[in-house]
């Protein structure tokens, strides 16, 4: 096919080509050669003129400490060393572009452009992060405001995880076909998108529908950011700042429990239209909560597409020209602004005959047609890549990944649901303890105007009472009998009446609807104006608890996060997930005596502690054992395998709180042991190449 941009071509064996650029053939000129003329060997810039390199003294050489430089060359010839033994035993020779690609990354050296970009997916991983919490916090208002039953409930908080599985597999595999930051800055539009929209769904179906859609969307980000940050890293950097950049995730669960716990309390900060539009403070958190996603969508248009991505589609001049791009920022910023980038050729892969064939066919038949051709190549692309990962050389490995994924996912997501509601039911004993039992009163022409509190009354008489401008909460009246009373203005939380007798009894502007009377015998009773709707007690329903257990359990990540950055290119990044589950799973037996609220937040925080290294390890490693054209697509997949796990273990875990502690100890234990024996049999990678 011809090259539109006329680069200079070498036909090198059987499929393998070189493209030359810059002075690199014999009068065919490049294109970018008129920004950046050839140069001779005596050629300087103007900015090194009058000045000869030679006599410039590097400030290490009275120290004896090498010049970067010369590190960089001992390596590459440690390479080309081993490839010559390798060859000379018999073993099939390395691939070239995976070693040339290596070779660039280490001239341009890690700086400037490495932590722009850094911040940026960041904040995209931060967002997911956010997302992870956010239907957890609104939960408690959500239920009151849309009056939602307990099995309403329970699938708000899976659609989440069910979204973000969704989108794993999805914007993982679109990643290797499309580009990582063309699929990043879609997947990031949608989850803002419909974030945005959630804020303002009146209804459960449509507030629960748009949070499936935006978990779709942040659903890519964790895939797509490791891979398109790797891809800018070199060897004995990657470990080490893929595990910095974990932290972002933390500061999305700091973010999540602080805007949330500033926010949603105040009852005053939302408004109404009428009375169908009702936006409470919750729904401005919402509001809040997409505000990283939106910072990174922002920021991702002014980053460019990965350039390993690139040549691996056959874009070798927009591939050149960022790999230039990163060269220049890095050095220039470090004030060397004269280094030329002097990259001539780069290897390129053998060109995707079903490409040409996509290229063809769309120049033929109307657009419509051509449209579909795109899509439903791009889908069997997809497939088959997807396919493509249980292939021999990649089986096994991909078998013990998956499990790893697996089971970590299992324990960690399962006790990040057990632990909050652990401590909320032993609140809830508590509570109960206190709870005042009152047998056959009998009350006259009484008037109650305070609150009624964790009472319960049983076989008493309540006769021309009345019950005004009042709140009962966690009241239950038991074989009683009301007659001619009047209520008016009362609130009601988890309050029952069982059995009871009600009389020539008047229920005016009150949200004791049917529901609340259990098997109760009424006679002449008039419901006036009921209110519509559930009743929001932000003071009962937010507990400043609820948000402190977040808070501590994302800000105990932090010491994980900072070891496994400063010891995963020295420990290794097997020693660091084994070693890091196996103490998590010591973590969970200590769970066994906690008996007050206090104890499980303290061994939350040292079980989120212990399990962070081995989730920087795992994301670290999943990148690394995968080709370029294949490291999305499974990253995705793998991602999309810990999703699910979060939603099986998230219902099984919230089924025993109350019940026993026993079985999601046990289950929490014998996953992390089994990962974590497993994570042994993995190749070490901490000096592979990207392949």
């Excluded at 090498?66 to 590190?71: F, R, S, Y």
């Excluded at 099995?151 to 580009?179: C, Q, R």
């Excluded at 990962?389 to 089986?395: I, K, Q």
Aim: net charge negative.
């Amino acid at each position: 096919m011809d090259d539109p941009y006329q680069n200079n071509v070498n036909q090198q064996g059987m499929g393998d080509q070189t493209y030359t650029y810059g002075g690199g053939g014999q009068g065919d000129g490049y294109g970018y050669q008129t920004d950046y003329p050839p140069q001779d060997e005596d050629a300087r810039s103007d900015a090194t003129e009058g000045h000869d390199e030679d006599d410039q003294m590097y400030e290490g050489e009275y120290q004896g400490i090498p010049h970067p430089d010369e590190i960089k060359a001992a390596q590459r010839a440690a390479r080309a060393e081993a490839r010559k033994k390798a060859r000379s035993a018999g073993e099939e020779e390395e691939e070239q572009l995976p070693e040339q690609y290596e070779n660039i990354m280490e001239d341009c050296g890690h700086g400037r452009f490495q932590w722009t970009l850094f911040v940026v997916l960041g904040l995209a991983l931060m967002a997911d992060g956010v997302e992870c919490f956010v239907v957890g916090f609104v939960l408690p208002s959500a239920e009151k405001d849309m009056c939602l039953s307990n099995a309403d409930k329970g699938m708000l908080g899976l659609i989440v995880f069910v979204g973000m599985m969704m989108g794993a597999f999805v914007w993982g595999g679109l990643a290797d076909k499309l580009g990582r930051r063309q699929c990043l800055i879609y997947a990031l539009a949608i989850n803002c998108i419909f974030a945005f929209l959630s804020s303002f769904a009146q209804g459960y179906g449509f507030f629960i529908f748009f949070r499936l859609c935006s978990g779709i969307g942040i659903g890519g980000s964790v895939p797509i950011v490791y891979t398109y940050f790797s891809e800018f890293l070199q060897m004995d950097k990657r470990g080490e700042h893929l595990s910095w950049l974990c932290m972002f995730w933390m500061f999305g669960g700091l973010y999540a429990s602080f805007v949330a716990w500033g926010i949603i309390p105040h009852y005053g900060w939302g408004f109404s239209i009428g009375t169908e539009f009702q936006f409470h403070s919750w729904r401005v958190f919402v509001l809040v909560a997409f505000l990283p996603a939106l910072a990174a969508l922002i920021g991702l248009f002014f980053m460019p597409e990965s350039p390993r991505y690139l040549l691996e589609s056959c874009r070798h001049d927009e591939a050149w020209m960022i790999l230039r791009q990163v060269h220049d920022t890095n050095w220039k910023a470090k004030g060397e602004p004269e280094r030329v980038f002097t990259v001539s050729q780069l290897k390129m892969p053998q060109e995707n005959q079903e490409d040409e064939f996509i290229e063809i066919q769309s120049e033929t038949g109307t657009a419509f047609q051509r449209f579909m051709v795109r899509q439903v190549t791009l889908v069997k692309q997809v497939m088959k890549n997807m396919m493509s990962l249980a292939g021999p050389t990649m089986r096994l490995n991909g078998l013990f990944l998956a499990i790893i994924w697996f089971t970590l996912a299992f324990s960690y997501y399962g006790l990040s649901v057990w632990f909050p509601d652990m401590v909320k039911y032993m609140q809830f004993e508590e509570y109960e303890s206190k709870t005042k039992v009152f047998h056959r009163e009998k009350v006259e022409r009484f008037h109650f105007n305070f609150t009624l509190a964790n009472q319960v009354h049983k076989e008493g008489e309540y006769i021309h009472d009345r019950f005004s401008d009042m709140e009962i909460k966690s009241v239950k009246f038991e074989d009683s009998l009301f007659e001619n009373c009047y209520f008016e203005d009362v609130r009601s939380t988890e309050t029952f009446f069982e059995n009871c007798t009600i009389k020539n009894t008047v229920f005016y502007n009150t949200d004791l609807w049917q529901e609340k009377f259990i098997d109760c015998r009424m006679e002449n009773t008039t419901f006036l104006h009921p209110k519509k709707g559930c009743h929001l007690n932000f003071e009962e329903e937010n507990d400043v608890l609820i948000y402190m257990v977040s808070f501590l359990g994302s800000l105990a990540v932090l010491p994980g996060n900072i070891i496994s950055a400063l010891f995963m290119d020295k420990m290794g990044r097997i020693k660091m997930i084994g070693g890091s589950m196996l103490v998590s799973a010591g973590c969970t037996f200590f769970l066994f005596v906690c008996f007050s609220p206090g104890a499980v937040i303290t061994f939350q925080c040292l079980f989120y502690a212990a399990s962070s290294a081995a989730w920087n390890g795992i994301e670290v490693i999943t990148v690394e054992l995968y080709p370029a054209n294949k490291r999305a697509t499974a990253f995705g997949v793998l991602n999309g395998i810990c999703k699910l796990a979060a939603i099986i273990s998230t219902f099984i875990f919230s089924k025993f709180v109350g019940i026993t502690r026993i079985i999601p100890i046990i289950l929490s234990f014998a996953a992390l042991v089994c990962g974590g024996l497993l994570a042994m049999k993995l190749p070490e990678t901490r000096e592979a190449i990207l392949q």
